[in-house]
């Protein structure tokens, strides 16, 4: 069996670790007599799956007692909605930074419901960096400040938060979730969908402090309403049980490796190996300003369309997949989340210098 090298943006790689943990657990969880996938979601063997897998995320992140852990459904775009309707209350205002297209549709989705503003925009250079803003630049009477803090798309990070004065800062980190320390308590909220470093698809994480729920408007759908999932531990319904059982096993994996600081220096490692490459080659570049570059999203280019459609095919063959790059920018794209080895990106690189040497 030949395994490729994934560098899909999402759904993306897991760890080979856990998927044959998985296959080895399929037809009996741990003397269960059942898979994960057939229990009920209020037995007690289930019961030791959610709230391990929210005990080692609350390890791992460092997160607050003061913090609610929401298992959701619906994915990170299902939250553009929830975000204003559960917090778009005090004053309907909410202030966004639009560094990329994921941030535009938060900030789209929540003028739905209030006085939704782009305090700063990188779309005069196709997204390819971090606009800088200041403490003053925000509304004092928004109700939060809504950043997307990697930007999968176009392969930026926040590596220094936005100041937002006394207005909370919430966060998409849906590309960029456990991939190194954060500081949680900078923010009101966190979110993202767990299908491009923390899961298969399905399952939704949100980060939320207490004390901002429990505001949400009158026609919030119940399904919506952060604080009903969190006075219902997540299990008002029926949850993405399987999802949230592999979650816990890529949280053991984690932990087992290290915890976020040792992920943290091997994704440095990683992102490092096809940077350093990119900064030397004469015929592929990076888009992004150096300051600016995501460990996980990495988009690079050559000088024409064509040659980019032969290294992709080339590629494509050769076992190193979904490198294409998104629409909106062309050329390539290699997403090297936290499942990544260190080993696809030594052969990824490999790879590109040997087709440069023989296309130069
Ligand atoms: C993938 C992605 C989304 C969309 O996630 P869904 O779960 O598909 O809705 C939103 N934000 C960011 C930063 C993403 O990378």
């Known amino acids: 069996m030949a395994r490729v090298y ?3 943006a999402g759904p993306s790689m897991l760890p080979e670790e856990v998927l044959k943990k998985a296959a080895a657990e399929m037809l009996d969880y741990e003397g269960s007599g059942q898979s994960v996938m057939e229990m009920s979601h209020r037995s007690k063997v289930y019961d030791g799956i959610i709230k391990g897998a929210e005990a080692l ?4 992140m460092n997160i607050p007692d003061n913090y609610k852990v929401l298992f959701l459904q619906g994915g990170a775009s299902t939250q553009f909605a929830a975000i204003p309707l559960n917090f778009m209350n005090g004053n309907k205002k909410a202030d966004f930074i ?3 297209q994921w941030a535009k549709k938060a900030y789209e989705e929540a003028a739905k419901y209030g006085e939704a503003r782009a305090v700063a ?3 005069d250079k196709t997204f390819s960096y971090i606009p800088k803003t200041t403490a003053a630049d925000f509304d004092k009477d928004a109700d939060y400040v809504h950043i997307c803090l990697n930007n999968t798309i176009y392969g930026t990070i926040y590596h220094e938060l936005p100041d937002t004065g006394n207005v909370p800062l919430f966060a998409d980190i849906s590309s960029c979730f456990l991939s190194e320390p954060l500081d949680v308590t900078r923010f009101g909220l966190l979110f993202g969908g767990a ?3 923390v899961a298969p698809a399905g399952l939704t994480i949100v980060i939320v402090r207490e004390d901002l729920l429990g505001n949400a408007r009158d026609i919030t759908p119940t399904m919506l309403n952060y604080k009903i999932m969190a006075d219902n531990d997540s299990l008002y319904n029926t949850p993405p049980c399987y999802t949230i059982y592999i979650c816990k096993l890529v949280l053991e994996w984690i932990k087992q490796l290290g915890g976020l600081e040792a992920m ?3 994704n440095i490692k990683k992102a490092n190996l096809l940077y ?3 900064d030397n080659s004469k015929m592929f570049r990076g888009t992004v300003v150096k300051e600016d570059r995501s460990l996980m999203n990495v988009p690079f280019v050559t000088d024409s369309d064509e040659l980019n459609d032969k290294f992709v095919k080339e590629a494509t063959a ?3 997949v979904n490198l294409k790059g998104h629409r909106t920018v062309g050329g390539m794209r290699a997403s090297i989340y936290n499942a990544m080895p260190v080993e696809g990106v030594e052969k990824l690189v490999e790879f590109m210098r040997e087709f440069e040497k023989n296309n130069g």
């Open 318 to 320: 050769a076992g190193f």
């Open 6 to 8: 994934n560098f899909s």
């Open 276 to 278: 350093d490459y990119l």
């Open 195 to 197: 299908q491009k470093n």
């Open 264 to 266: 943290r220096e091997r």
């Open 121 to 123: 925009s990188s779309k």
């Open 98 to 100: 639009i560094t990329g």
């Open 57 to 60: 995320l609350r390890e791992l």
